[in-house]
Each structure stands twice: as C-alpha cells, then as structure tokens.
C-alpha cells in the first residue's frame, strides 16, 4: 500500500463520539480479566488518534480553522519556582559558580542565526503602536506632554504638567525636591524636600502625575549592620487636591535600583533590579527580595518562594520585579519576581517587553558575541503574568529597537559575525515570540543608532562612516522588505515622526581623520522625506554649534520639545561656538519648522554663556528641560525656571528656586 492509499484510508475511517464511548466501556468490562487490557488501550488511543487526524485531513480540505479552545490546551506553561530556602540557596550558589568562572570566555563562541522561544498559550492582541507624541488635551488649554513612543502609555520624567500646574523635580548638591509652580502666578505652591532622614537617603528620580496624584519614582538606600548599602525603589503616592499642602498618601518599596516605569490609565507599573549573591550563613533578608506596601502594612516582608520565578536555562544572579498597582485604589499592589537581569523595556497597553543582553568574549578566538533574551509579560489591571520568553541574536541599541504591532513585536539588533564583525539583524516574533520573518546581514562592519517603527515601515539608522537610513516595508510580517536606503555623512541618533511622509533626525555631523578614522564633530538637525519608501531623501539639514556641541536629546527622547501645531522643535543644549569667540552657552535652543524653508533657528533661551578659556561648568544652570502651555515656554534648570514668549522667545517671567 502505497502513501497515497494510506491517506484515503485514513480519510474513510469516521471514528465518531459513539465509537470512542463504545471502545472506553470494553476496556472497563475487560479491566478484571487481565487478558486484553493492554491491546483494548492501544486500540482506543489508535481510533482516537484516527478520529483527530481524520478531522484534521477534513478540515484541511474544507479550509475550515478550528476555534482555538478546541485545539490548545487551556493550562499555560508556567515557571517554576522555589519549594524551599534550601532550593533558592543551591540554585543561587550554582549561579554564583558560573559567575565567578572562566567558562563564559573561554568556551567556543558560536552566535545564534535563529530565534528560540517558550511561550503560553496563544493570545492575539491589538497593537498601540508608534505614536507621534500628543500636545493637546481637547477638554483644557494646549500644553506638553512627555514625548512617549507609544500611545497610550505614558512615560515617567523629571517633568510634567496638566496645563494648570507644572511638577519638577530640581536638584541642588546632593538632593532632589520636588517643587509644584501655578503657571499663570508663576508661584511655587508647595515643594517636597523632606523625603530623607537620618537612617535613609532617598532620591527622586522620575514622576507621573495622574489626576489629584503625583507619584514619584525614588531610589533609596541605607547602610547594613554589615556595613554595605542596600538599595530599594520606592513609588511614593501623594494627594494634591490641595497645591498649597500636599499630603503623602503610600509608599510602595521593593528591594534593588529604579529600572524604569510606565503609566496605563490609572495603573502604574515600575521595575526594580536587584543583584543576589550567595554566601555561607547569609540571611534570609540577603538572598530574598523584600517589599513594602503601606496601604496595608507599614511592615517589610520577603516575597514568598512560591512568587520568585526563575528560567533554568538563563545564567543570571539578578532579581527583577515588576510592581502594578492602581493609584486610586487602596488593594495591595501585585508584585512578580523573575531571577533574571533586564536592560531596555519596551509595553504597549497590553504587553511589558524586558530585555537582558548577554556579551560573551572568546579569549582564543578574539571573538565576541551577543545574545538578547526577551520575556513577555502579561498587564492587566496592574496585575503581571509571565507569557513567553524568546532569544535572538544581537543586542539592541535602545526601547526604540522594539515594537509592537497587530500583535507582533518587531525587533532590531547589532551582533557580531564569527570573525568578530558587527552585522545587523531586524526580526518580527508573533504573539508567543515565534519568529515570523527577519532581515539579517543589514550593513556589515557598522552598528545601529537609532530606529523607529511607524505603522508598517520601520526605520533603521546605522553607521561607521556615513549614515545609512534603512526604509524597510513591514506590511508582510513574513517578508520583511528592505525598500530603499540614503547615505549622507554623519549619523542620526534620534528618529522623530514628522508627518505621514516625514521624519525628523537628530545626530551628529563626521569627519574623517588623516588617520583614516571617523570622528563626531558637532550637532545636526535632518529632514527626510520618506514618501517613496524606495527613494528615501534628506531635503535639509541643519549644523548646530562647533565641535563637542551636546544636548540630552542625543540619548534620552523625553528631552524633545515639539509643537506640531506651531511648528516648533527644540532641546536643551551646550554650544561650543567656533573660531574666535571659543565662547560656551548652556540652554535651549528652539526651530521654526518649514518644509519649503528647512530649520529655521528662533533662538536660545539661555541660561549662561562664558567665554573664558577656564570656565568652570555649572552643572546647575544647564537647561533640563523646556515644555509649552498654550503661548508661553517654561525653561527649567536646577536653579531658576525662565518664561519666554513662544513666538518672540522673550523673557516675561522667572522663578528662582
């Protein structure tokens, strides 16, 4: 019988709900004989086995899908966890084994070309995706937002305002406080500097607000008996229904360093990294993570073993915890402790991406390689649940590096080939982190500065000697499409949605020395026109200051000043000015954008200029940040807040502070 006959047998045999019951009542009635039990069980699991396939085969043949709780399992794969302290000990000595051994530089590296995962059962989900970010609130005046890559999901900053009031967090010597200002008296109403005592030192790092809440994301740390410190990360939950008197409300506390946060509706979720190592006699307090929620115990508690998960297969002597928690509700906030290390996070208004690269040096061979491990979390109504885990080759450049769309995550990444060179990958995982399609061997010997995933196109910037900026098609997740590419000296670092056919560039201009070599020199503004994927062009650009020009916009996306409306763009910024004056101006520098014109530079809001050759920098008259609310911008440094007219950029008011 040949394959042909098997298959349209297999499709005449019709094992039907009667059968199955017919055959499960013979094995009962045989089960005391002992005769036959063995053959009657195989001959059941045969015509069930049958029974399905011949469904399969009939369904294949009538395009019919099944309905998903018909073909997976309901139960989800989950992690282990930890039995006992005993359990935990070994597992975190093994690990301090590893850790503490040659065996990751010295073994053969080999880099994976291949995307691995584990994963839950299936869930299709909705896509945030990119997002321009949004200036405007209907029902109020027009003000800043936080510049946030998704829509939906707000990101914490030094900075924020409702229109009415603006929140900032100032730093003077050693501490940070937390001053709130009304924007029409110019008045600070209230200011929180009191968060440290003699046995704690705590420091504000980042905040939300959200309705009559400002939370503030604060790193703490004491010293030991034993005489080192130990750190936690506390979200502190304040009142101001009242601006003139503040009232604290919670803290939320658990062990290890502020990672970051995002803001869902009225959920908060923030993740803290903690460093474990095991040693003879160590306490409990040293191994476990410890937490304390103050709506409903003013007492620290560890997390219970059956709440530290771990993934057996990953090296790492690291706690992350992921903290949700709704701010105007007073249930216990809900906690999830992975063994794992993270760097850059990506959520969108369902999922939490956590990423942990791995760098591995192969001594003999003079190699290196990267390997960037992904875990997906589940978020629902502040609570977290672990979905699936994937890894991939390379390690990505930033949280831009990822995004999701119509359930996909879209990933790019720099890894290095098995002679030691970097090469670029871009991937697509589906919802359970399969992958879908890729894109790998993107420019050779260059690495990625910058991406930005819009819709269905991404954007890939990467560079040695120019900047190649990759249009790349998404539409088909299984065929991504690499469509055109533009290479100008310099590079761009920060990748800013303009319009539908526009995007904004923000990165250094190049040189090349007589040595061969590739140097930044100063500042560099572009704008793309990426209406033809396949004929990418810069239309204009523009050079800021001299050699060794900064802004924080280069690494941090949140220092983006944008007014779609006026066309405005700026950024904080240090100028070093060319020959002769040599002169340095610390402040923000703001642009007039016009498509026909190019960058039109409006001015600077300075906030010192020196021209001598042994200046001293103030760290404290940097400009941190600038925002708008509705004619006005609002400069902020750590000493003064400037006001200036949007339009004319003159000074009608200051705060000194």
């Avoid at 701010?327 to 369902?350: D, P, Q, R």
């Avoid at 050779?444 to 910037?461: C, H, L, N, P, Q």
Wanted: proline content about 2%; hydrophobic content about 30%; overall charge negative.
């Amino acid at each position: 019988m040949n394959k042909k006959d098997y298959k349209e047998a297999i499709e005449n045999i019709k094992a039907d709900e009667k059968l199955k019951e017919q055959t499960y009542q013979k094995m009962i009635s045989q089960k005391k004989s002992h005769i036959y039990p063995k053959l009657v069980a195989v001959c059941a699991v045969f015509l069930v086995v049958l029974s399905v396939t011949y469904v399969k085969l009939d369904n294949d043949k009538q395009n019919i899908v099944q309905k998903p709780e018909e073909t997976i399992a309901k139960e989800e794969i989950k992690l282990p966890t930890f039995e006992t302290k005993e359990e935990l000990k070994e597992y975190l000595k093994k690990q301090n084994n590893r850790f503490n051994s040659y065996d990751n530089i010295l073994e053969a590296e080999t880099a994976v070309d291949t995307v691995t995962s584990q994963a839950t059962n299936s869930e299709m989900v909705k896509s945030a995706g990119a997002s321009v970010e949004s200036t405007k609130d209907e029902s109020t005046n027009d003000y800043s937002k936080t510049n946030t890559q998704v829509e939906g999901v707000d990101e914490a900053d030094i900075i924020k305002t409702d229109g009415k009031y603006i929140y900032y967090i100032a730093k003077k010597g050693a501490k940070n406080k937390i001053i709130i200002i009304d924007k029409d008296t110019l008045k600070i109403l209230d200011e929180i500097d009191d968060l440290e005592n003699e046995a704690e030192s705590i420091t504000p790092i980042e905040i939300f607000i959200k309705d009559n809440k400002l939370i503030v994301l604060a790193n703490k740390w004491k010293y030991s008996e034993e005489g080192y410190s130990k750190d936690s990360t506390s979200a502190l939950i304040f009142d101001t229904t009242n601006k003139e008197d503040i009232k604290f409300e919670r803290n939320i506390e658990i062990d290890g360093t502020y990672l970051s946060s995002r803001m869902i509706g009225d959920n908060l979720y923030f993740i803290a990294q903690r460093g474990v190592y095991y040693y003879e006699n160590c306490k409990d307090t040293d191994i476990m993570p410890i937490y304390k929620d103050t709506a409903i115990s003013e007492t620290k508690k560890c997390i219970p073993l059956n709440r530290i998960y771990y993934f057996p297969e990953t090296d790492s002597n690291s706690y992350i915890s992921v903290t949700g928690v709704n701010v105007n509700s007073k249930e216990e906030a809900n906690i999830e402790t992975f063994l794992g290390a993270s760097s850059e996070i990506y959520s969108s208004e369902n999922y939490l991406y956590l990423t942990k690269t791995d760098y591995r040096t192969n001594i003999l061979r003079r190699t290196s390689t990267s390997l960037t491990e992904i875990y997906k979390l589940k978020l629902e109504d502040s609570k977290i649940s672990f979905k699936a885990k994937a890894e991939i080759n390379g390690y990505i450049n930033d949280q831009f590096s990822m995004d999701e769309y119509d359930g996909n995550l879209r990933i790019a990444t720099t890894a290095y080939d098995k002679d030691g060179n970097t090469t670029n990958n871009l991937y697509i995982l589906d919802e359970n982190l399969n992958k879908l399609g890729s894109i790998e061997n993107m420019a050779k010997d260059e690495k990625i500065y910058s991406v930005r995933f819009i819709g269905k196109t991404g954007y890939i910037v990467t560079f040695k000697q120019v900047d190649p900026l990759f249009v790349i098609d998404l539409s088909n997740p299984e065929k991504p499409e690499i469509k055109g590419q533009l290479k100008i000296p310099g590079y761009s670092s920060y990748l800013h949605p303009y319009d539908d056919t526009h995007i904004i560039g923000i990165g250094r201009n190049t040189e090349e020395t007589t040595y061969g070599s590739t140097v930044s020199t100063n500042m560099k503004m572009s704008m793309f026109d990426i209406a033809d994927l396949e004929n990418p062009k810069e239309m204009f650009s523009v050079s800021i200051g001299g050699r060794g020009t900064y802004s924080e916009i280069l690494s941090n996306h949140k220092a983006l000043f944008f007014n779609k409306e006026k066309n405005l763009i700026g950024f904080p910024i240090t100028i070093y000015e060319e020959e002769p004056s040599k002169s340095r101006v610390t402040g923000a520098i703001i642009y007039e954008i016009d498509l026909n014109e190019g960058f039109i530079e409006k001015g600077v809001i300075e906030s010192s200029r020196n021209t001598s050759q042994y200046y001293s920098y103030n760290y404290d008259k940097e400009i941190k940040r600038i925002i708008y609310i509705d004619d006005k911008i609002y400069a902020f440094s750590n000493e003064l807040m400037k006001v200036v007219n949007i339009d004319t950029l003159e000074e009608i008011g200051r705060v000194e502070y």
